[in-house]
């Protein structure tokens, strides 16, 4: 049976202990659910794998903590955000060692129908993860509620993990998330060592790139508390401050195959007013661009180093006489860098912002607000997007904002020019009069 230890996870050498063997799974299997308290809301449970061969050796060995963001269409076709967390029952049917022909595959079963896998391959020096896979059942009702699929939804994601040296174990306490299909992976204080020789689980680590010494993370405990390098907090308690500069402008784009289907351009500012008012430009240099194109409805997620995930959802408007698209969501999450815990969600999918005929692109380079909630404002910057029928992976003819928004001035500039002309006529009439008049009382 699973039990629950109040301990932290820590790589460890494999338990003599809590051993069993399950009728669906050739070789033994240890499964331990250490249930780890957050700050807040935020509550997950730490799931350890201990996979044994026919000898009861350990050959496979996990420890970590994960999360789930997902975006699902209700009934009434909108769209809603769903966070599924583990859970603690959590069974681990399928797994398998693996050898030196066959992938070694970890796998857990949580709450009502959910299931998550990553499978690993390796040659003679090093080992990989090669895929995860994520099955959601939106007939869990308590998660996804008023959804209008019924039933178990699968993605599948090649992972990013480098190779890995033979014998070591991966160690990733940081948080790190995969996004594919309205689903954002969370993970956080991850211990993993597939094909473990001699059934002990070894010493020698393998660190990810953020636990690296030179890749301190900027840890964001609360909104209230925060300060970092990109951040300026104000005294005053309603107005939030400006940064010494406005956020970079950065270049995104997605693909469908080989061809590019959704171009962006735009410098990103988040505005929250929760607690203390604070700014955060959103830095290109360490944003990842995801997303799904579609004909009608496209979205656009952006990741800033695993601590902010922004979503832009476009779609078009097929009832007007001319087709155009418009913004119509945005969703925007601020994670804790080290847990994996949400700071801060909000989501407006009631928007009707960034409009342009169908085949166009939209192009505003003033500042502009978009109102997400009453906490939280996003500013966009230097903006040129195209979400639909790109070609040739450039923007097509752009439809300005200036003339919505400035509507005004050509009015004001026409009348202040023909009030200039009536001045200059009158100065002209008074100075021609006053000549006529001299040169009479020389005549006299």
């Known amino acids: 049976m699973s039990t629950l230890l109040p301990r932290p996870p820590a790589p460890r050498k494999s ?161 790190t998330s995969l996004e594919a299909e309205n689903v954002t992976q969370i993970f956080w204080n991850v211990t993993m060592q597939p094909f473990v020789q001699n059934g002990t689980i070894s010493k020698k680590e393998s660190r990810c790139y953020a636990d690296t010494p030179t890749a301190a993370p900027t840890v964001l405990p609360t909104v209230a508390n925060v300060t970092t390098a990109s951040t300026t907090i104000s005294p005053a308690p309603t107005t939030a401050p400006k940064p010494a500069e406005n956020p970079v402008t950065g270049n995104y784009s997605l693909k469908t195959g080989n061809k590019t289907c959704l171009l962006a351009t735009v410098g990103l500012q988040l505005n929250i007013s929760q607690d203390k008012p604070l700014l955060i430009n959103i830095d290109p240099k360490t944003t990842h661009a995801d997303g799904t194109c579609g004909n009608t409805s496209a979205t656009l997620k952006l990741n800033d180093g695993n601590r902010t995930l922004i979503d832009f959802t476009f779609i078009v408007n097929a009832s007007a006489s001319v087709q155009k698209f418009y913004l119509r969501e945005v969703n925007v999450t601020l994670l804790n860098y080290q847990n994996g815990s949400v700071i801060l969600s909000a989501d407006n999918n009631n928007l009707s912002k960034w409009d342009a005929s169908l085949g166009n692109s939209y192009m505003c380079r003033k500042e502009q607000t978009l109102e997400i909630n009453e906490n939280l404002q996003v500013h966009t910057f230097n903006l040129w997007v195209q979400p639909f029928l790109v070609k040739e992976n450039k923007f097509s003819i752009a439809e300005d904002c200036s003339p919505e928004v400035d509507y005004f001035i050509v009015p ?9 002309l009536v001045v200059l006529v009158i100065m002209a009439y008074f100075l021609g009069h006053k000549k006529h008049h001299n040169t009479g009382y020389e005549q006299f």
């Open 15 to 175: 338990p003599s202990a809590g051993s069993m063997a399950p009728p669906r799974c050739p070789a033994g299997l240890a499964l331990l659910l250490l249930l780890l308290g957050a700050c807040g809301f935020f509550q997950s449970y730490a799931v350890e794998v201990d996979v044994k061969d026919a000898s009861n050796f350990t050959c496979l060995y996990a420890q970590w903590m994960m999360k789930f963001l997902i975006k699902y269409e209700t009934n009434s076709s909108d769209y809603k955000n769903a966070s599924l967390d583990l859970t603690s029952t959590v069974t681990h049917n399928g797994s398998i060692c693996g050898s030196d022909t066959q992938a070694a595959l970890l796998a857990v079963q949580f709450g009502d129908g959910h299931s998550w896998s990553i499978n690993f391959t390796k040659n003679n020096e090093t080992y990989r993860a090669e895929f995860i896979t994520f099955t959601y059942n939106t007939n869990d009702t308590a998660v996804f509620p008023d959804a209008r699929r019924q039933g178990p939804v699968t993605i599948v994601v090649k992972d990013a993990m480098h190779p890995i040296q033979l014998n070591n174990v991966f160690v990733c306490h940081h948080t």
């Open 412 to 420: 004001i500039a026409v009348g202040a020019a023909l009030g200039g």
